[in-house]
Structures are given as C-alpha cells and as structure tokens.
C-alpha cells in the first residue's frame, strides 16, 4: 500500500491530533466534508470534533486567533488555501508571531501550513514559493519538504517546536509523490539531505526541484559525469556545513529553486559558499529560478517559466564547462 505526499500530510495531523489535546487545526473549509481546497484535513473533523474549525475568509484573522491561542498553551495548525493568500497575514506573521517570544519570553508555537509552488494552470495568484520572504524575518522556521518522508516527520516535528513555524509544502507534489508506507526514521530539522552523491558538481536544492534535479543527475551520469543533489529541506535553520561538504567534494556549485530570482533561497546559499568556501570553488558558482515575472497562466508557458530539467541541464553544463 502506497502513502501519497498529501497523504503523508494528513496522517501526520491525524497523528497530532491523536496524542496531544492541545492540536488543533484552523482554516478556510477544512471541516466538514470538503476537507479544504487540497483535502489535506478529509475526515479529520469528524474523527476529532472541535478541533478542526473552519475560519472566516480572514488570513489576518486566522492567524491572530492562533497566536492568541499558542501564547494560551495550545498548538495550532493554520491551514492556508495557497501559500500566495499568507501575504495578507504577513503583519501578525512577520510581526506579531516572529517577535513575540523575544518582546515577551512567551513561546509562539503556531505552524501555518502553505501549499506552495506551481501547477499547470494555477496562474500568478495560487503558484508562489514564498520560503525566501518568510526566510528574511528573525523568529520563524521555514520547512520545505520535498519528500513523503519529510511531509510527514516534518510537520510532527514543527508542531513541537516553540517558534512559529512556515510549513511550505509543495501543491504538485501532493499526488505525483508516492512512498511504500510512511516513515519510521528521521532527520532533525535544520539537517540537509545527500539525496545522490557526485562529485563532479553539486546541485543545492530544495522542495519540488529536488526531482528536477535528480532528473538531470540521472541524465548526465549516462555520459560519466556524477552530479550530487542535495535537498536542503529547511530553509531557516539552513543547514550550511552539510553545503560546504558537498561542494568541497565536487568543486562546483549549482544552486535551483523555484521561487522568483531577486534574493532569496540560492541567492543565500551563494553568499554563504562565496564568504565561507571561496577556497573550494573551482569555477563560479551559478544559480537558476524562475523568470522575474508574474507566473503565467497557460501551461505551457508555466513549464518555460520555472526551473525545469531541460534548463537546469543548460545550467549544469554552462558551470562544467568553466
């Protein structure tokens, strides 16, 4: 029996839910018998009766409730409808979650679930990857869990962390990810992952373009050349040792995601190799994102607008050629 990436999700909530009365889950139409936009909440309210509540059309009011409530002890679990919506929560994010613990000495621990990225169709209004903005602001946790493993430990452990925690779990991953059952190791958040290892170029990546990535690594290794793939599933913490290792192996260093180009994710992986592992570097390192425009809605134009194998290809082979 296969467990899905959604899957992998909701049974990490039901988990949650099952063992600590304090959990409970907000968001718009996630009770009942819609379950929310992506059914990442099916059947979980009647499984658990008040506890899964449904919330006004109010990101703002969502998570202002959930503050309140983890300042009380609780540990809520907000679910947005898409990731791009959290931006009219950004103020009691950024500035209410993120710096509570520091005015108060009073722990903040709210996870605020976004399904992130692209899909075909989705258009500049339900697409983004917001990891880097959430990265930026001092207090928060960013996760971005590009595995059924990683789903589900991910958000068990995020739910236990005091801090307020970005939980960005990828929206084309929900059913083109599959794993034989769910997990029953780990790894600590803020720790990267080896998915393949190379040693011919180091590809540091995160979320869905981890499997862009390893398409490329299996593509060039038929002609002898071992790229190494690195998911580095947290964001912030973000694991640098675990980068700098890697590329003291490889020499090269090529940094995807798919978030928009202007700072961000690679944007920081790039700083810290070019300060802290310039020695290591045996050409310059080079990065890919998605185009600085807004994401288009036509399918094909959305698989030229993001990071894919056929351009992190070009990539990989413009920074061996150097």
Request: aromatic share 8%.
């Amino acid at each position: 029996m296969s467990v899905t990436y959604l899957e992998a999700i909701r049974e990490a909530q039901a988990k949650l839910l099952r063992e600590d009365d304090r959990v409970f889950i907000y968001g718009q139409d996630i009770a009942g018998k819609f379950g929310g936009a992506f059914k990442a909440t099916k059947g979980l309210a009647e499984q658990f009766p008040g506890r899964v509540l449904n919330t006004p059309i109010s990101e703002d009011a969502m998570v202002g409730t959930a503050i309140g409530a983890a300042m009380e002890g609780m540990r809520p679990i907000v679910e947005m409808q898409f990731a791009d919506f959290s931006s009219i929560a950004l103020n009691q994010i950024l500035n209410n979650a993120g710096t509570q613990y520091w005015r108060t000495q009073t722990p903040c621990p709210i996870t605020v679930r976004l399904p992130s990225g692209g899909t075909k169709g989705s258009g500049p209004f339900h697409s983004q990857s917001m990891e880097g903005i959430y990265s930026h602001y001092p207090g928060l946790v960013v996760l971005t869990p590009a595995t059924v493993e990683d789903a589900y430990t991910m958000l068990i452990d995020a739910v236990a962390i005091d801090d307020p925690v970005i939980y960005c779990e990828h929206k084309y991953l929900y059913y083109h990810l599959k794993a034989d059952a769910l997990p029953t190791e780990k790894l600590p958040i803020g720790k990267a992952r080896i998915v393949r290892p190379g040693r011919d170029l180091s590809i540091v990546t995160n979320s869905a373009m981890v499997h862009e990535a390893l398409a490329v690594a299996q593509q060039f290794s038929a002609d002898g050349v071992e790229i190494e793939v690195v998911d580095l599933r947290s964001v912030k913490p973000l694991d640098t040792d675990t980068v700098l290792a890697s590329v003291a192996r490889t020499g090269r260093l090529l940094c995807v995601g798919e978030a928009f180009p202007w700072g961000g994710v690679t944007a920081e992986v790039i700083a810290r190799v070019a300060t802290e592992g310039f020695h290591l570097l045996d050409a310059a390192p080079a990065r890919i994102n998605a185009k600085d425009t807004p994401i288009p809605y036509h399918p094909n134009l959305w698989s030229e607008h993001r990071p894919n194998a056929k351009t992190i290809a070009a990539k990989v082979r413009q920074v061996l050629s150097e």
